[in-house]
């Protein structure tokens, strides 16, 4: 058997994963370990799959992912603080024949931008909808979000969160499942292979779901936010599976608008 | 020869105006003393007559991004509610003029402040005229004190609009809005294709071909020194938009040894009360603003030097009546007149408010 | 028969050595590096190069998109 080394392997021809081409070269201006990074990864490479990028408007949000159109080659749109549904709504209905996508965090998605959310939903916009919730207000310094944990910490609930005092976490993924205008809504996460496989395969769907103009496709990411967290990257993900799924369980909700979870 | 006369509502002399004007889009949730205006558009079909997409937002804020999205797809995009509504939409407003979008903002003004009432009122100037949200811009405001004019304002603010990409407001108030005039409607104007409004906004969002760098729509710059740049950029256009927009009618000021500064339905009583004061042998003209921004600054300094005093006629505690003071730099006497809280002005009232505050004062 | 051997090429100057990549791979291939690089991050390397099996976990776990994968059959 002829040896082989690392320089014979590292070849052009070898090569079987590289950072999507939709991705620009700017540096992510994400912390280190930060799931939003992998999730704008994907967005890119169903891109790139399906040969859509001169089809395509993102819209980002108010939050870490405010400079999202730094990283994606997408024409894109930066919105209001919570109002990225109503700004793709009015991108799809004026061009139907494009793919229109949103990207939230969950203090944009499910605190300020509840009612955008929830009436571009519930009138079964042909958006996709890819919501990241790590729990916390990550770009603003660690406050508390509308999904942040019973008794989980944050600059403004440094005891932990208080129900009885600040309300209970909201898991809007369940809520607008329950709307008629949503076709396809699952939770997925972007923290190991299998799950990135798993959540790729989901925000395939919801792009291909949107020539169906059967209404909203809405793909929750479960992240982490590790400087929000103080946890290191590694810790942070595991801190996740223990903390985050057993309240935010991971899967489909529902699948050619039929609910398939509770 | 398709032009066609017709007997109609201010608000719906807007909508008219919108269809007519080959606009793509309208974004609106109710509110009185406008709704109308959606109420015409839905009855229209204009997704029938033109393809104009035409929605009832859940707010008035989200009608104000949805004009956000449609306007960063270069898409004629338009919006109209009413004083509360209006303060509800700044913070679009602000974003629009951040990203430096053109759109169209109707603002059929009642009196406020707070839930106010349905009333008409010019209580909104400083809102217009002044920024209305947050940090440094302006919009280009006009002032219809017609039926005609709403309908004919539809067209010349989409025009401004795009020319400057930047957001106009047509304020307009309860009674303009709700009144009915004759109207002469123009011809039905062709929406543009997709690739007419690629070739008119090459910066807009509709999806990145391999042929250009990608599109952004943002107000954002988080280095100072960049943002400043920016601000500076729009300063200078605003100073374009001064030096070539401002619209205003002189009536009667060749004579005059008073003039009435008026716009909207504040002009159209001050014409009343202007031919009551003549037929007392008292020399008055009128300034009909048209544009409330660009004010006619240089207009007045002219006005100044051959007049003996300005009586500002607007209904509002006294808000154009700032604008007014700064252009006659004190030269000459100044005062305002004005009922508040959605109650109209009696020509008798304007007349006798001049005798007392400048021909007296 | 054949065997496959994998091989990642990180992009030094982007990673910031979070870690991630490292409990993603099944064959124990990477570490950080005791260097840093000009952003002052330990960034991932190939401690195991020979384990390498080119499966991509790394890869796709990484949030910054820094890795390339290789990989080729021997017989």
Redesign the interface.
Known sequence: MAEITIQDIIKKENLVYTKSKVMTDATLSYCPGCGHGTAHRLIAEVIEEMDIQSQTVGVCPVGCSVLMYNFLDLDMQQAAHGRAPAVATAIKRLMPEKFVFTYQGDGDLAAIGTAETIHACNRGENIVIIFVNNGIYGMTGGQMAPTTLKGMPSSTCPYGRDIEMMGNPLKMTELVAQLAGTYYVTRQSVHSPRNVRRAKKAIRLAFENQKLKRGVSFVEIVSNCNSGWKLPPVKANEWMEENMFPFYPLGDIKVDGEIVSK | MEKELRLMKGNEAIAEAAIRSGADAYFGYPITPQSEVIEYLMAEKPHERTGMVVLQAESEVAAINMVYGAAGCGRMAMTSSSSPGVSLKQEGISYIAGAELPCLIVNVVRAGPGLGTIQPAQSDYFQSTKGGGHGDYRLIVLAPASVQEMYDFVELGFELAFKYRNPVMIQSDGIIGQMMEKVVIGPQKQRRTPEEIIKQCPWATVGKPTTRERNIITSLDLVAAKQEEFNLKLIKKYKEVKENEVRYELINTEDADYILVAYGSSARLSMKAMDLLRAKGIKVGILRLITLYPYPTKIIGELTKKVKGFLAVEMSAGQMVEDLQLAVQFKKPVAHFGRLGGVIPAPEEIVEALEQKIIGG | MAKI???I?VDVE?C?????C???CPQDVLDLAKEVNGKG?NYSY?KN?EACI????C??????????????K??
């Open positions: 051997r994998g091989a090429l982007a910031k050595g979070c870690g991630v490292i409990p993603a991050y190939m190069p080119g499966c991509a976990n890869a796709i776990v990484c949030p910054d998109g820094v890795i390339s994968v290789y990989k080729v021997v017989a």
